[in-house]
């Protein structure tokens, strides 16, 4: 299960979408690693990490959020 970053205003260990938009910027490599791991093993999480980087579409500094977004993409097109 994903470790959510605990030092965000979050104070659970579900990955909710919230969840989500705090591990992509904020989140250290280990905890993005579990989210790649998170999304392999459940394929609804495409769909939430794309939900989650759409907004980030048009910022060119949103780099992680671009990553991301093509990552679901590439995969989502994948099943």
């Given at each position: 299960?994903?470790l ?5 205003p ?11 938009d ?25 769909d939430k ?14 780099r ?13 097109s994948?099943?």
């Amino acid at each position: 299960m994903l470790l959510v970053v605990l030092h965000r205003p979050l104070n659970h260990r579900r990955l909710t979408l919230a969840a989500t938009d705090d591990v992509i910027p904020h989140g250290r490599w280990r905890n993005r690693a579990d989210l790649r791991r998170t999304v392999l093993a459940d394929r609804a999480m495409l769909d939430k990490v794309s939900r989650v980087c759409r907004p980030y579409a048009s910022d060119p500094y949103a780099r992680r959020h671009h990553f991301w977004m093509h990552y679901a993409e590439e995969h989502g097109s994948a099943s």
